[in-house]
């Protein structure tokens, strides 16, 4: 490529390349951090570093196969999250295998996803509007602006740019087709296939026909009459629609099989969401986009919304919410671009406020699909306006574009590591609950014990306040529903004060303030039955078995959970009472899914040990081994292969094992052995030599280890190495019988 054909390909696509190096510049430091806060750390280190592909196809199979996710957010809400992602979850998978945990991999993914996204975006632009200008400034704003902060350096959350990178790519194809007037059959089909594979990745791009209709409506504004534009779009986007028909049958299905619940909401209940929440969340997302000037990831914050329907802030709301829509309307012809971005980013935002039941209320990130309509909106507008001075205008978007940089650098940097995260969470907080919250997690993050005494008081101080401060007070129906309440709230608080006396050690005061968050709390409640839990945790360590009982059932009445089965059954085995012991034990066993993991192990060793049954235990130790990160699920499920003479199957179990713990012990000495009994002696050899030379390994697999090389180098007449190695034995256990048989042997010889 000669230089005059660079600069000629430059200077006629300079609205496209000039925001994509602007954006790696700007995000460029962001691939340099670790993964910002503890709680990734502890996803990272958990999920993706100990496992070989076929494992993740395993455990895609075993927990994942329907692509059915479920969560509470107990911080935010008692609703329980769930989610289908059938395409998405084994991508999930594949990305963690490929990048093993390592931070440069996830930022760099997670940056270049919205570089593809940006670009997908301002060609959408120039096809809309036919202008570069707009098309660059619509993606320098959005790409600058300071609440996409969150989904591009969010290492974990790649999946939410990778669908808005399909929906802007779905976007720009379908207004290029149009305008060549390309349209057929096979390209209708196309789009059928697109809108299909991308609501099987991200659920939130559900409303991808909607804004097949509205782009091409538009579109065609200018050359048609309403009526026509609207029949064209509706039979372009028609098809569309029936796929994401078909895909919210499919979904609550499999919801229904997975949950043994209806995803759908209560009609009450939907109409209060619609009328009551919506309008106040709509608000707060749309001051984000046009006034990102306080700035926080705390969804609770918006818990100072109005309490009651027809407040202040409910009226102001739906009167903001109303003059958008009439703005929509009235703006059709003379901007018809401001029209459709802000049709547009009502459509895209909707699915976080209503269609897809979220834990957390309204989060920054769930703007960054909808903040890109509104945004081309707004440039289109200004170019319109200013028709006859553009550079003007030019000029002071660009100064807009230098604030939001400047401002999302800002933040950038706040999102470093967890001290600096949480310190900005903590300053942006706009609730006492809030900021005692994230000065815990300040907290734990510290290695100083003194300073992270000091943290913890200052959340037990500020939690206190709080609750004092909190006036009871009669409130709407569907904040108890959400447990956002000020009891509930009030219950969370006196929670989180009881965990921090907990890591403080003050045994008298965790107990006194979870009794007090058990008063606050409603009854049935999803705190109630963690409440319960901590409660029978704290009972079980006091060895007070019967009080710890009493609450495990109460926190599974309210919330059947494994995790509780698990902490059942091991009260009753303290109890000697060895029937219920297995039954709650068989009972936490049988529910298998990412969160739950402590009892397959468990299980497989007592059906080993008290029924003999090791073929089954050889199953449990599987899942086990899936579902852990942890080398003895491993360990057993091999011992277990050899005993029922399953080599092959037990020499797989060690190479996986090895694979994530590769200086185990343990598993290092069944590799010898199984390659020795394989036929590969010079391999076992140098395995067995390997674990002797290790400082860490245990005695008593040193000496076996040993004892094998003794007769192995005996068998070759290799005299030396038999004395060398049966001299470590005696080094270690000096009554050994076997080794002081050898060494009389060899002296006599």
């Given at each position: 490529?000669?230089?005059?054909?660079?600069?000629?390909?430059?200077?006629?696509?300079?609205?496209?390349?000039?925001p994509?190096?602007?954006?790696i510049?700007?995000?460029?430091?962001?691939?340099?951090?670790?993964?910002?806060?503890?709680?990734?750390?502890?996803?990272?280190?958990?999920f993706?570093?100990?496992?070989?592909?076929?494992?993740?196809?395993?455990?895609?199979?075993?927990?994942?196969?329907?692509?059915?996710?479920?969560?509470?957010?107990?911080?935010?809400?008692?609703?329980?999250?769930?989610?289908?992602?059938?395409?998405?979850?084994?991508?999930?998978?594949?990305?963690?295998?490929l990048?093993?945990?390592?931070?440069?991999?996830?930022?760099?993914?997670?940056?270049?996803?919205?570089?593809?996204?940006?670009?997908?975006?301002?060609?959408?632009?120039?096809?809309?509007?036919?202008?570069?200008?707009?098309?660059?400034?619509?993606?320098?704003?959005?790409?600058?602006?300071?609440?996409?902060?969150?989904?591009?350096?969010?290492?974990?959350?790649?999946?939410?740019?990778?669908?808005?990178?399909l929906?802007?790519y779905?976007?720009?194809?379908?207004?290029?087709?149009?305008?060549?007037?390309?349209?057929?059959?096979?390209?209708?089909?196309?789009?059928?296939?697109?809108?299909?594979?991308?609501?099987?990745?991200?659920?939130?791009?559900?409303?991808?026909?909607?804004?097949?209709?509205?782009s091409?409506?538009?579109?065609?504004?200018n050359?048609?009459?309403?009526?026509?534009?609207?029949?064209?779009?509706?039979?372009?986007?028609?098809?569309?629609?029936?796929?994401?028909?078909?895909?919210?049958l499919?979904?609550?299905?499999?919801?229904?099989?997975?949950?043994?619940?209806?995803?759908?909401?209560?009609?009450?209940?939907?109409?209060?969401?619609?009328?009551?929440?919506?309008?106040?969340?709509?608000?707060?997302?749309?001051?984000?986009?046009?006034?990102?000037?306080?700035?926080?990831?705390?969804?609770?914050?918006?818990?100072?919304?109005?309490?009651?329907?027809?407040?202040?802030?409910?009226?102001?709301?739906?009167?903001?919410?109303?003059?958008?829509?009439?703005?929509?309307?009235?703006?059709?012809?003379?901007?018809?671009?401001?029209?459709?971005?802000?049709?547009?980013?009502?459509?895209?935002?909707?699915?976080?406020?209503?269609?897809?039941?979220?834990?957390?209320?309204?989060?920054?990130?769930?703007?960054?699909?909808?903040?890109?309509?509104?945004?081309?909106?707004?440039?289109?507008?200004?170019?319109?306006?200013?028709?006859?001075?553009?550079?003007?205008?030019?000029?002071?978007?660009?100064?807009?574009?230098?604030?939001?940089?400047?401002?999302?650098?800002?933040?950038?940097?706040?999102?470093?590591?967890?001290?600096?995260?949480?310190?900005?969470?903590i300053?942006?907080?706009?609730?006492?609950?809030?900021?005692g919250?994230?000065?815990?997690?300040?907290?734990?993050?510290?290695?100083?014990?003194?300073?992270?005494?000091?943290?913890?008081?200052?959340s037990?101080?500020?939690?206190?306040?709080?609750?004092?401060?909190?006036n009871?007070?009669?409130?709407?129906?569907?904040?108890?529903?959400?447990?956002?309440?000020?009891?509930?709230?009030?219950?969370?608080?006196?929670?989180?004060i009881?965990?921090?006396?907990?890591?403080?050690?003050?045994?008298?005061?965790?107990?006194?303030?979870?009794?007090?968050?058990?008063?606050f709390?409603?009854?049935?409640?999803?705190i109630?039955?963690?409440?319960?839990?901590?409660?029978?945790?704290?009972?079980f360590?006091?060895?007070?078995?019967?009080?710890?009982?009493?609450?495990?059932?109460?926190?599974?009445?309210?919330?059947?959970?494994p995790?509780?089965?698990?902490?059942?059954?091991?009260?009753y085995?303290?109890?000697?009472?060895?029937?219920?012991?297995?039954?709650?034990?068989?009972?936490?066993?049988?529910?298998?899914?990412?969160?739950?993991?402590?009892?397959?192990?468990?299980?497989?060793?007592f059906?080993?040990?008290?029924?003999n049954?090791?073929?089954?235990?050889?199953?449990?130790?599987?899942?086990?081994?899936?579902?852990?990160?942890?080398?003895?699920?491993?360990?057993?499920?091999?011992?277990?292969?050899?005993?029922?003479?399953?080599?092959?199957?037990?020499?797989?179990?060690?190479?996986?094992?090895?694979?994530?713990?590769?200086?185990?012990?343990?598993?290092?000495?069944?590799?010898?052995?199984?390659?020795?009994?394989?036929?590969?002696?010079s391999?076992?050899?140098?395995?067995?030599?390997?674990?002797?030379?290790?400082?860490?390994?245990?005695?008593?697999?040193?000496?076996?280890?040993?004892?094998?090389?003794?007769?192995?180098?005996?068998?070759?007449?290799?005299?030396?190495?038999?004395?060398?190695?049966?001299?470590?034995?005696?080094s270690?256990?000096?009554?050994?019988?076997?080794?002081l048989?050898?060494?009389?042997n060899?002296?006599?010889?």
């Amino acid at each position: 490529m000669n230089k005059s054909f660079r600069f000629a390909y430059l200077r006629e696509n300079y609205f496209l390349v000039l925001p994509v190096l602007i954006t790696i510049l700007l995000y460029l430091i962001s691939v340099t951090y670790g993964f910002r806060n503890f709680d990734e750390d502890i996803l990272i280190k958990d999920f993706y570093v100990h496992k070989t592909f076929h494992e993740y196809i395993e455990k895609y199979l075993l927990i994942h196969f329907k692509g059915v996710t479920e969560a509470y957010g107990f911080a935010f809400s008692g609703i329980k999250n769930i989610h289908v992602s059938i395409l998405g979850i084994p991508t999930f998978y594949i990305i963690s295998f490929l990048f093993h945990g390592k931070a440069f991999l996830f930022h760099s993914w997670s940056l270049l996803l919205h570089c593809l996204t940006l670009y997908f975006f301002i060609r959408f632009c120039f096809n809309m509007a036919s202008n570069k200008n707009i098309a660059l400034f619509a993606g320098l704003l959005w790409t600058l602006h300071p609440t996409n902060v969150e989904p591009i350096i969010w290492a974990t959350n790649w999946a939410h740019s990778f669908g808005t990178a399909l929906y802007f790519y779905t976007l720009k194809k379908i207004t290029e087709l149009d305008l060549k007037k390309e349209l057929s059959k096979n390209n209708i089909l196309f789009i059928l296939f697109i809108s299909l594979i991308q609501i099987l990745f991200t659920e939130h791009t559900i409303t991808i026909p909607v804004l097949i209709f509205l782009s091409v409506f538009y579109l065609s504004i200018n050359s048609r009459t309403l009526l026509i534009s609207f029949k064209k779009a509706l039979k372009i986007s028609l098809p569309s629609f029936v796929i994401i028909f078909f895909y919210w049958l499919i979904r609550n299905i499999l919801i229904s099989q997975a949950t043994g619940a209806s995803s759908g909401l209560h009609l009450i209940e939907t109409f209060k969401r619609i009328f009551f929440l919506s309008p106040q969340i709509f608000m707060h997302q749309i001051k984000l986009i046009l006034l990102p000037v306080s700035l926080s990831i705390d969804q609770i914050d918006l818990l100072e919304l109005d309490r009651q329907i027809l407040g202040i802030r409910h009226v102001l709301s739906i009167i903001i919410f109303i003059l958008f829509i009439l703005l929509i309307l009235f703006s059709l012809r003379k901007y018809k671009f401001l029209s459709f971005g802000a049709a547009a980013s009502l459509i895209t935002i909707s699915p976080f406020i209503q269609i897809i039941p979220l834990y957390s209320l309204a989060a920054e990130r769930y703007n960054y699909l909808s903040s890109a309509f509104l945004l081309f909106g707004l440039t289109s507008l200004f170019f319109k306006i200013f028709e006859t001075r553009h550079k003007s205008i030019i000029v002071v978007l660009s100064l807009l574009c230098l604030i939001l940089g400047g401002r999302s650098f800002l933040r950038i940097i706040e999102w470093k590591d967890s001290q600096t995260l949480f310190l900005s969470t903590i300053n942006t907080s706009k609730t006492l609950l809030k900021k005692g919250i994230w000065t815990y997690n300040l907290a734990i993050c510290q290695n100083n014990e003194k300073k992270k005494g000091e943290l913890l008081k200052l959340s037990i101080n500020l939690l206190d306040l709080f609750i004092q401060e909190r006036n009871s007070s009669i409130q709407n129906s569907l904040f108890k529903k959400y447990e956002l309440d000020n009891d509930s709230l009030k219950a969370k608080a006196a929670h989180r004060i009881a965990t921090n006396y907990e890591i403080l050690n003050d045994k008298e005061n965790y107990l006194k303030y979870l009794l007090k968050a058990l008063d606050f709390s409603t009854p049935n409640s999803q705190i109630q039955a963690l409440i319960f839990k901590n409660l029978g945790t704290f009972y079980f360590q006091e060895n007070a078995l019967n009080k710890s009982l009493e609450y495990y059932k109460k926190s599974s009445l309210i919330s059947p959970n494994p995790s509780i089965d698990y902490a059942i059954s091991v009260c009753y085995l303290k109890m000697n009472d060895l029937p219920n012991y297995e039954k709650y034990l068989e009972k936490a066993a049988s529910v298998i899914s990412p969160y739950n993991k402590s009892p397959f192990k468990t299980y497989g060793q007592f059906l080993e040990a008290s029924k003999n049954d090791i073929s089954t235990a050889v199953r449990y130790y599987k899942i086990a081994s899936l579902v852990e990160n942890n080398v003895e699920p491993y360990i057993l499920l091999t011992a277990a292969q050899l005993k029922l003479g399953q080599i092959d199957k037990a020499f797989k179990s060690v190479k996986d094992g090895l694979y994530g713990f590769p200086n185990n012990p343990s598993l290092n000495y069944f590799h010898a052995v199984i390659q020795i009994n394989k036929g590969k002696l010079s391999e076992g050899i140098k395995d067995l030599i390997k674990i002797v030379d290790l400082n860490k390994t245990p005695k008593d697999i040193k000496i076996e280890a040993c004892h094998i090389l003794v007769n192995i180098f005996l068998n070759r007449n290799e005299r030396d190495k038999a004395l060398k190695y049966n001299e470590v034995i005696l080094s270690i256990d000096k009554t050994d019988k076997e080794a002081l048989k050898v060494k009389e042997n060899l002296m006599v010889r």
